[in-house]
């Protein structure tokens, strides 16, 4: 039955494919038919085409003879009258190169004479330039000297007159600033008298026994202060800051971490004979504290 099943298969597609063809010729057929042309008349229409072709064939033959005839004795003329062209033209060529010839000499020489004529000309031009320029120079030369040497005269005086006045201002200028510094320097002098006489005065009314300031300088008892040992200078320290601590008797004091035991231990003693209160800071390897001390 699986064989028989694949036969009928395999005839059923054949017969399928058959149609389809039958089909497709068939639509040919009818397309070709409704294209074919109508019948000529009757005749014998191939003697008829090659009786035509006959007759076209001597046609062309003896067209073409003739052609080559004409063209034959066209060419021929057209030789002659060439050959008469080139002599004619060369017969010209002769003449006029003649004719030319003569005509350069006539006008070599022409061009020579009035060339000569030219230069005649322009010689007795120059000659007479030259002279009035001779003329003009030697009426030029003395005058411009002259007036070189007055407009060289002229220049340095204005520059003499320039630089004079320029100098009186200057001159000028620098006296009225003298003048102004002059009265600045009394000025000054007179102030610094004041002054000296006013630092006099407060000196010797200083509290503090042999302080005194000579050009900026500090004494204590004729010692210069960067001399003076350092419980001297603690004491004095203490005895300035008493004058500036008013009513309120409260000193803050800075760099106390910065002394030695000596100079602090003079501090400490110089505190508590003045009768104030000191605010200082120490530097300790302790835990951040404040150390308060009774002053008797």
Known sequence: MVVLEALRRAMFDARTG???????KQATARQLLETVPEAPPEGNWKAELKAAEAEYSDLRGNTSAALTSIKKEVDESVSAETYKFLESKD????????????????????????TAAHDSTINAMRKAEQQKRAELEADYRPKEAELKERIGHAKAM?????????????????????????????????ALAKLEALKSSLLSSLPIPGLEVRDGEVYVN??????????ARVQLAIEVAKLRAGDL??????????MDSATFAAFEKAAEESGLQFIASMVSDSPLAIDGREVA
């Open 222 to 231: 004729d010692v210069p202060f960067d001399r003076v040992n350092e419980s």
């Open 249 to 258: 008797g409260l000193i803050a004091v800075d760099g106390v971490e910065c």
């Open 18 to 24: 058959i149609n389809r063809s039958l089909k497709d």
């Open 158 to 190: 204005v520059e003499q007159e320039v630089k004079a006045t320029e100098t009186r201002k200057l001159a000028e200028r620098m006296e009225n600033e003298a003048r102004k510094l002059s009265e600045e320097s009394e000025s000054l002098t007179s």
């Open 91 to 114: 017969a010209a060529k002769i003449h006029a190169e003649a004719q030319i010839s003569r005509i350069r000499e006539e006008l070599d020489h022409a061009i020579a004479t009035i």
